[in-house]
């Protein structure tokens, strides 16, 4: 069975980068069994009913400005599949999940980038997905959970977002010299030792409990937290976390991979 995984798509330099963070993600797709196809819920495709791609083929969206020309010139040409697509709406409409289907829409930089990076090819087929910060955790969750059998036919499902991602407290010095905020790995320790427990309740309620989480998840940008939730909850039947990356840029931006099982 393939596991889902947690995937942090730091900033769209990444792309282009090559450091201690894309080598990694660049190995992890050469050594995860070959996926039939990918579920990816995106932080950067919000929206206020669960959104479902049914893209036959995607264009790719440079949702981002004032970066080097050579972003714009990155294309991740991936399809989509219409049988998983119609699979995951019968899932949704089993289990009372409220959804759209959208044919329109490409893929985002909280895609492109990571798929970019484990399947640099584009030969896998992607179904997108959006994400939802007006839910609870519990709700998010509870959406990854009905996804859950699929990981059993060879789909792998991936949620693209960040631990800490507060581009307002981000310290520019700090990628030159590689240090870590340390409330930023404060909020990152607390968050590990309650993913390897999997302590839903107190991860429900981080908001409160967990250090930092003021900045570490700003409450005005909740929407790369929470695709943890949706990976978490497809790996519902297993309940097994482990941290397969941990690096930081700009003292607090977390590259973390959290693989669930």
């Given amino acids: 069975m393939l596991p889902s995984l947690f995937i942090a798509h730091g900033a769209p330099l990444l792309a282009i980068e090559n450091n201690e963070y894309t080598q990694f993600l660049n190995q992890l797709g050469r050594t995860l069994p070959r996926p039939k196809a990918i579920v990816l819920f995106s932080a950067h495709w ?74 640099p090819n ?41 631990t800490v991602h507060n581009l307002r407290a981000l310290n520019w010095d700090k990628d030159r010299t590689g240090g ?6 404060a909020f990152d320790e607390w968050l ?23 900045i570490a998840v700003p409450p005005y940008g909740t929407e790369h937290f929470i695709p943890i939730f949706y990976a978490m909850g497809a790996a519902d039947n297993g309940e097994k976390a482990e941290l397969l990356h941990r690096s930081y840029r700009y003292g607090s931006l977390s590259h973390s991979v959290w693989q669930f099982n």
């Fill in 46 to 119: 919000e929206s206020n009913m669960q959104q479902v791609s049914s893209a036959p083929e995607y264009r790719t969206i440079y949702d981002f400005g004032g970066f080097p020309e050579a972003l714009y010139k990155i294309e991740y040409p991936a399809k989509g599949n219409h049988d998983i697509t119609k699979e995951i709406t019968e899932l949704f409409t089993s289990q009372g999940v409220s959804y759209e289907v959208d044919a329109t829409r490409g893929l985002d930089h909280g895609a492109w980038v990571v798929l970019r990076m484990l399947y």
């Fill in 122 to 162: 584009a030969d896998i087929p992607v179904i997108s997905m959006s994400v939802n910060p007006d839910l609870s955790p519990a709700e998010q969750y509870q959406i990854g959970k009905s996804l859950a059998g699929l990981r059993e036919k060879d789909v792998l499902i991936i949620a693209s977002g960040g």
């Fill in 180 to 185: 870590i905020d340390d409330w930023a790995l």
């Fill in 192 to 214: 590990a030792r309650h993913l390897k427990n999997w302590d839903v309740d107190s991860l429900f309620n981080y908001q409160t409990l967990a250090p930092n989480a003021n």
